[in-house]
């Protein structure tokens, strides 16, 4: 029981003032009015008042076990309010009180040492457990101020406590915090000691996991999220460990331990979208495409749908949230916005071939496109979300795919209008490889224009407007040859072509293949290439369709030029010579094309214009006629290769 | 300049002044909203032509938007919170609930300027140093709470770095929210809503944006730099976070961010006058790109607008009307002309004539094609200005004769009305300034008397700076004489004393002068003053007499009195005497000013008429009088002395008696202290107690001893001085005296004239008993003697008024014997030390 002194019927009226406090600050948290900031606020001057009139007096032995509780009670208000430096003062002064309390000197304003003054004065003394409570008060404000080692630093010249854990992580002192259970205390407190000690240890293992995850050393990190695991945690923190857990164990390599985390992750808290968007990520670098896409479906619908936010629990004085704010988590626990998740979906599922699911979802997507003007604004910097003309694009493929030819055209006409208009008449690319990066510069080109992005990225940019539109009038050459109209489609060809031979290079000796695959520039160059290359095929094709055979041969031969070593266009070549009855030139030009063939490089999926272009390849072979001779020649290529 | 005649009319007059930058104006509507950088929101309808309602919020206004969705309008406060006001559920509410504290929707410390879009409400404000723009999502419900979406920061410019730590930008940023153009989205409606037509749009904020319907944030910063967002990263850089493309930097402050009426320019105002206009241009090899120009205009510009044809802005001294180049995409030439130096097609802004603009609301264009500008002045004045069609401008317009001679009539009127107002509101302005004027002198003179307020009777020491100066005279009126009192007022002090001052005389009877009613009968002149200037002195002249009656002596008093009224011009007063309502605060008797002057009092010696050293009349007959008649004049006397009878017997006050004797004995000693004139001290005794006296010029001999009066009723007086030596007094040695002998035929004139001499010396002994020390010492056995003396006298009246109680003996007696009481007591006088 508190002890009745000659001040006792001062100290009785302030330990009833605190406890009518703390009732009714309870109340107001069951009643969910204590997550506002104000009512906080409010409670904390309050508090700060109480605090005064207890601090007015000189200390004494005798009401030290008040002033703590009340400076307890105070500090946490003002640590969920965020005010850091506040919370520091209140415990300085307060452990600057007790010393003098007990009659030693204060040795200075510095907390370590402060703190090992305290511990070391009361440390038979009744007070104890209630300087204890204070000590994780003081954790708490050193894990949101990220200073993880202190805690520590107090402990080692406390050497009374006997060393009983088994973990290293922490100083065997705050393991053996006790605290006696609340209803013994005749004071109240806010949140009882034990519930922050716990939560304090959590988050700090937590903080020093990410900490270490970050340095790369995940076996440690996932050692000390193992450890979190262990203890009891609020339902969403310990599927946020879980969740890093799991990222820990993917970094090491064990795809199916951490999936498994994940799964631990979801079933502890279905909201925890990260563990299901981590989950995707898994999956997509396990090549589980089936899996991914279940993932990913799973994942939209947990984010489309209105948040659950409103219906969960509610928000405790200090959560996790406000303990770990210094360790930036919502960088790691990110998932991309709905958006990008569903462009996800889509193009898996038309990588995946499921090309009729895949329409639904770019449909879906170029819907919202048009509604939702928030879509650009919270697309934030984690998001995995491609430049939108590409998403058009691959739209528009889908549809060629889905044999819905007229949507795939409306959709490059879209593309169409905004691009052509942009592009100019006559694009030079310096590239040089001297210059490593800053590879392509800008022909001089109007004055006026240099204050508009005159840098490098302009006319990288003017590149991918005449990808784009050059890739757009491709589609839609191939959709109106495939709607059999032959006149249209080679317009839009020829028009593609003519768009795309605009772009030209100051260093004719060099390779696309030079600058490595990572090179953004260097893809687009490619990318160029290929589509000048298809671009000319497709119109032969078409050429081909009309009669116009010999027309056709000088495209597959052009085509063949821009981008040498394409095997469906040497086909077609042949194809062509051989309806030309120039059969030797067919039969030479076979010898040699088994000789620079080359494998095509796997698909990597990234974004970009290429896995769009690597879909319109195989227009190509759909409209290879079934020809037996083509067919026979291409099974003695692919026997002669395959071995 | 070519000036360009507009009409204004002032719609309604706020009281207040205004804050430049947070002052704004809206229009939406007929709903006019004017803030002011006050706590306050004020709806005006234009329709209605009135105030519709005005809306208190807790803190001072920064920035105001209407949202475009609903009827309702956003408000951010001082204190960093942004408030919702449903106009339609509160349409004329003074207070409405958003004035309560916690109603805000979104709180953030930093933001100074805001943005409503569609579904989106962008905030930016300076944090951490970058400029940081948070969106919220501002849902169905408006009055709830927003949630935050995102943020985007742009680093702050050098420039304004160390304000931006501070938290303390004195410019704000400008805000706009910009559409791409198409038909079938139709124009969008709000104050900050512009859109581009989608060439420039995709040129300018990216094919990405201009291939989703998002509109873009287009923000002019303090440091000049053009920034929009959204903005996604360009395929060069893919890991950088989204943020916000820089189109420009103006190097100014930048005051509007918008776009010409066509969609066909992007536009920018710095605050120093330049203008930035970004327009497509074709490309040399083809291909299109964005043109930026600059121009400068005078500025600075306070604030400013854009107009279907013209940007409109205000230079706190002038309205100015820039033309916008219209039309389609600049051509070839035009590009080239840029770089001449100065570019030859850029047009001169206009003066539309109307200063002190401090905020101005997005032009409307009438069926009509009249331009209406809503504008507040700096005083907190919201206007309509309407600009003449556009078809007027550039060329002279063409009128008939008849609408020329109507016009001119027209301006004639109004200028007729106007000089009128003038001439009236000068009036005003220099009758405030004369009354200031009067109440800075009338104050001045308070100060000067204020001393004198005091209720002393003591002289002040010097001369105060305005005196009053009494004479009494002799005239003769009406085959009578009678008595006036000439009081001069003499001003030396520096100011003046104006038209309104009233010199007041009081002349209060003594206590013998009561009249039927038992009160006494004050009587009370007043003398309005013309301006009295200083170093002047006016004069005026009141009787004393009354008939027949002097009754003596009168006290007079002085004292100037300033009506409040005065300050008012007498037109002015005239109105209010006889239109004001009798509670009127300035006809009350309230409005007096009362500064007492000088208080005298006049006695007989002041109406004394010398006639000389010696009287026939008296010397020819001393002692003459028996004892007989020297009752039958006491009683005469004492009769003529009370009015009832005084009526009834004219010959009262004139008979002959006496003579009676009265002595009056001073010390020499005490006289030479305090008369210090030449010669033989009787005569200057003499001088000095005459020397209020109406005739005393009669008096030739100064020397001689001896003088001879006339009192007002004809009574004749003799003063006679002589130089005495009392001996039984002193102490060893005799004692200088002065024995002053009254001797007149009147008991009533002797008495009076007694009382008059011994006040005399009673001031007179006042001043010496300050000036002289202590009387020498004195015999005890004197005093003595003349103790017993008067105990004796005593006794006799005692004995008088005992048998006068008891009834014994006859009236006369008893009149006799007080008489006799009342002589040995005059005759045998103590000496005055």
């Known amino acids: 029981m508190y002890p009745r002194m000659s001040f006792g019927s001062c100290w009785d009226t302030w330990v009833k003032e605190n406890n009518i406090f703390v009732t009714k600050w309870k109340c107001a948290e069951r009643n969910r009015k204590g997550e506002q900031q104000d009512a906080r606020r409010e409670y904390y001057g309050e508090m700060c008042n109480l605090l005064r009139r207890v601090q007015g007096v000189l200390p004494v032995t005798g009401s030290v076990r008040l002033e703590l509780a009340v400076l307890y009670n105070t500090s946490l208000f003002s640590l969920s309010l965020s005010d850091r430096e506040e919370t520091r003062r209140l415990v300085v002064e307060g452990l600057t009180r007790v010393l003098e309390a007990f009659g030693c000197e204060p040795p200075g304003s510095d907390l370590l040492v402060l703190w090992r003054a305290v511990l070391q004065a009361l440390q038979s003394s009744e007070c104890l457990s209630a300087i204890h409570q204070l000590l994780c008060v003081q954790w708490a404000l050193w894990l949101t101020t990220g200073q993880l080692d202190m805690i520590q630093e107090v402990l080692p010249s406390h050497s009374q406590v006997t060393i009983r854990s088994p973990s290293g992580h922490l100083p065997p002192l705050i393991q053996d915090l006790v605290f006696p259970s609340e209803e013994n205390s005749s004071l109240l407190v806010v949140i009882s000691p034990r519930e922050l000690k716990e939560l304090t240890h959590i988050c700090t293992l937590i903080a020093k996991g990410v900490r270490k995850l970050r340095e790369g050393e995940e076996a440690e990190a996932l050692q000390a999220f193992q450890d979190a695991a262990l203890l009891p945690a609020p339902r969403k923190l310990l599927a946020q460990i879980h969740t890093l857990s799991g990222m820990c164990l993917a970094k090491l390599g064990r795809p199916q331990s951490s999936l498994q985390c994940y799964r631990n992750a979801m079933e502890v808290d279905f909201g925890c979208r990260s563990a299901l968007y981590q989950s995707c990520v898994v999956y997509q670098r396990l090549g589980n495409t089936q899996a991914e896409m279940e993932a990913l479906r799973l994942l939209h619908s947990v984010v489309v749908s209105p948040t659950s936010e409103s219906t969960s629990n509610m928000i405790p004085l200090i959560s996790h949230v406000d303990l770990l704010r210094s360790q930036a988590l919502e960088g790691i626990f990110s998932v991309p916005a709905p958006v990008g998740i569903q462009h996800m979906l889509a193009q898996r599922c038309l990588h995946s071939g499921r090309i009729t699911e895949a329409a639904d979802h770019y449909l879906d997507l170029l819907a919202s496109f048009q509604s939702d003007t928030k879509i650009l604004m919270i697309a934030d910097g984690h998001s995995t979300l491609p430049r939108i003309p590409d998403i058009y694009l691959e739209a528009a493929v889908t549809m060629l795919k889905a044999k819905r030819f007229w949507d795939s055209i409306a959709v490059c006409e879209e593309v169409l209008k905004k691009t052509v208009e942009l592009i100019p008449g006559r694009l030079v690319l310096n590239l040089s490889i001297k210059e490593g990066m800053e590879t392509e510069s800008v022909a001089p080109s109007i004055p006026g224009t240099e204050d508009f992005a005159g840098r490098n990225g302009e006319a990288r940019e003017q590149l991918k407007y005449v990808l784009w539109a050059g890739t757009a009038l491709l589609i839609q050459g191939q959709a109106y040859s495939w709607l059999k109209e032959n006149k249209e489609a080679i317009t839009s060809l020829t028009r593609s072509i003519n768009l795309l031979v605009k772009v030209h290079f100051l260093h004719k000796d060099w390779k696309y293949g030079d600058l490595g695959d990572k090179e953004a520039a260097g893809s687009d160059v490619q990318a160029l290439q290929r589509l000048k290359g298809l671009a000319l095929a497709s119109r032969g094709v078409s050429f081909m369709d009309r009669g116009q055979d010999s027309v056709a041969l000088q495209d597959f031969q052009l085509s063949l030029q821009a981008s040498p070593g394409f095997e469906s266009v040497q086909r077609w070549l042949v194809h062509a010579l051989r309806k030309l009855k120039r059969e030797d030139e067919a039969l030479s030009f076979s010898k040699s094309m088994r000789k620079t063939t080359s494998e095509p490089e796997a698909p990597s999926y990234p974004t970009g214009i290429l896995p769009v272009l690597l879909h319109l390849e195989s227009y190509l072979e759909d409209r290879m006629p079934v020809d037996s001779e083509l067919l026979k020649s291409r099974h003695v290529w692919s026997r002669e290769v395959t071995p | ?833």
Not at chain 2, 380 to 407: C, F, M, N, W, Y
Not at chain 2, 656 to 662: H, K, S, Y
Request: aromatic share 6%.
């Open chain 2, 1 to 833: 300049m070519e000036a360009l005649r507009c009409s204004v009319s002032s719609l309604f007059e706020a009281q207040f002044g205004c804050v430049s930058g947070a002052t704004a104006v809206l229009c939406s509507g007929t709903d006019v909203l004017l803030s002011n950088g006050s706590k306050s929101v004020v709806l005006w309808n234009s329709a209605e032509r009135k105030v519709t309602g005005v809306h208190q919020l807790p803190g001072a206004i920064r920035h105001v938007t209407s949202s475009p969705r609903k009827r309702g309008l956003y408000a951010l406060c001082e204190n960093g919170r942004i408030y919702y006001i449903d106009l339609a559920q509160h349409p004329r509410v003074s207070s409405s609930p958003a004035s309560a504290p916690n109603s805000h929707v979104i709180e953030d410390p930093t933001a100074c300027s805001f943005l409503v879009m569609d579904s989106i409400l962008v905030t930016v404000g300076p944090a951490d140093g970058t400029w940081r723009f948070q969106f919220y999502e501002t849902p169905d419900a408006p009055g709830t709470r927003h949630r935050k979406l995102a943020e985007r920061g742009v680093p702050v410019g050098p420039v304004d770095s160390a304000a931006a730590e501070a938290n303390e930008v004195s410019e704000w940023p400008a805000l706009c929210c910009v559409f791409a153009f198409s038909a079938a989205s139709g124009l969008p409606e709000g104050e900050e809503h512009y859109f581009l037509e989608s060439t420039l749009f995709g040129l300018l904020f990216g094919i990405d944006v201009s291939l989703v319907s998002t509109p873009v944030v287009v923000c002019g910063l303090p440091d000049g730099r053009l920034c929009c967002l959204p903005s996604l990263p360009q395929s060069a850089n893919r890991d950088a976070k989204p943020g916000v493309k820089l189109l420009h930097s103006l190097e100014e402050p930048v005051v509007l961010a918008g776009t010409s009426s066509g969609g066909d320019a992007l536009l920018a105002v710095s605050r120093f006058g330049k203008v930035l206009i970004v327009q497509v241009g074709d490309r040399a090899e083809g291909g299109k790109a964005p043109v930026f120009r600059e121009c400068s205009v005078p500025g600075p510009v306070v604030c400013a607008c854009i107009g279907s044809t013209h940007l409109y802005y205000s230079t706190l001294s002038d309205l100015l009307a820039l033309p916008l180049v219209t039309g389609s995409s600049l051509d070839r030439t035009a590009q080239e002309n840029l770089y001449a130096d100065p570019p030859p097609s850029f047009p001169y802004p206009r003066s539309l004539n109307v200063s002190r603009l401090i905020a101005l609301a997005k032009p409307t264009n009438t069926s009509t094609g009249a331009v209406h500008l809503v504008a507040v002045t700096v005083r907190g004045r919201l206007l309509d200005i309407t600009l003449p069609q556009e078809s007027d401008r550039g060329h002279v317009p063409r009128v008939s004769a008849t609408q020329v001679g109507q016009k001119v009539r027209d301006l004639l009127t109004s200028i007729g009305n106007l000089s009128d107002r003038a001439a009236s509101l000068k009036s005003s302005i220099q009758m405030r300034n004369e009354a200031l004027k009067k109440l800075n002198q009338v104050f001045n003179v308070c100060c000067l008397l204020l001393p004198m307020q005091k209720g002393s009777e003591v002289p002040p020491v010097s001369k105060p700076p305005i005196s009053i100066h009494f004479e009494t005279r002799w005239i003769r009126l009406l085959q009578q004489d009678s008595l006036t009192l000439q009081c001069t007022l003499e001003n030396s002090s520096s100011y003046v004393l104006e038209q309104g001052w009233t010199l007041c005389i009081q002349v209060i009877p003594s206590y013998s002068a009561l009249n039927p009613e038992g009160r006494v009968s004050t009587k009370t002149y007043t003398f309005p003053l013309k301006k009295l200037f200083p170093g002047k002195n006016t004069e005026m002249v009141l009787p004393l007499t009354s008939g027949n009656e002097l009754p003596l002596p009168l006290k007079v008093t002085s004292s100037l009195v300033y009506s409040l009224q005065s300050i008012l011009g007498a037109v002015e007063a005239g109105h209010l005497f006889t239109e004001g309502t009798p509670s009127s605060g300035l006809t009350s008797n309230t409005g007096y000013i009362s500064l007492t002057l000088d208080t005298t009092t006049v006695d007989w010696l002041d109406c004394m008429l010398v006639t000389g050293p010696t009287d026939e009349n008296s010397s020819s007959r001393p002692g003459s009088a028996s004892s007989t008649n020297i009752v039958r004049t006491f009683l005469d006397a004492r009769r003529g002395e009370r009015q009832d009878q005084s009526s009834s017997d004219p010959g009262v006050g004139t008979v002959e008696g006496g003579p009676f004797v009265a002595t009056i004995r001073v010390s020499s000693v005490l006289l030479r202290a305090v008369l210090k004139g030449t010669g033989s001290l009787c005569s200057s005794l003499l001088t000095w107690l005459l020397s209020g006296c109406p005739g005393k010029g009669v008096r030739r001999d100064p020397q001689c001893s001896v003088v001879c009066a006339c009192c007002p009723r004809g009574n004749t007086l003799r003063l006679m001085a002589k130089e005495v030596s009392v001996e039984d007094l002193g102490e060893g040695r005799p004692i200088a005296a002065v024995e002053l002998l009254l001797e007149s035929s009147s008991v009533a004139a002797l008495c009076g004239l007694h009382y008059s001499v011994l006040r005399r010396i009673q001031a007179l002994l006042k001043e010496v008993a300050m000036e002289t020390e202590g009387p020498a010492q004195l015999q005890g056995r004197g005093l003595c003697r003349a103790l017993e003396r008067v105990e004796v006298l005593f006794e006799e009246i005692q004995e008088a008024c005992g048998s006068a109680a008891l009834d014994v003996g006859t009236s006369s007696g008893i009149t006799a014997k007080l008489l006799h009481v009342y002589q040995q007591l005059r005759t045998n006088p103590l000496l005055i030390l």
